[in-house]
């Protein structure tokens, strides 16, 4: 993963296990359902990055799931400024969808 990068680009799934011999179980089933994955910083945002980065991967083909997602994302400004949070903290994340 490049330095300073919180998602990786797409790899394919045998970069993520280290060269075996016999591969395990583990990596067969895996391999069977996904083609490929990417690595993400692990700075305890880390799941949620994940999840967040699969689900936006997933509606780019999809326009009106795109509009959904971005239209929530909007929304979503609106609740953390009414619970107190500063939008400056949040407001250039919601730009890069308008």
């Known amino acids: 993963m490049d330095v300073g990068s919180l998602v990786s680009r797409r790899e394919n799934i045998s970069a993520l296990f280290p060269a075996e011999t016999t591969p395990s179980a583990k990596y067969k089933d895996l391999s069977s359902q996904f083609p490929a994955g ?29 509009q959904s997602f971005k239209d929530k994302i909007i929304q979503s400004g ?3 400024t009414s619970a107190g949070f500063d939008e400056s903290s949040f407001s250039h994340h919601q730009d890069t969808v308008k």
């Open 38 to 66: 990417r690595k993400v910083c692990g700075d305890g945002n880390c799941f949620y990055r994940a999840v967040c980065f699969a689900h936006l991967e997933s509606v780019l083909h999809h326009p009106r799931a795109l």
């Open 78 to 80: 609106k609740v953390l």
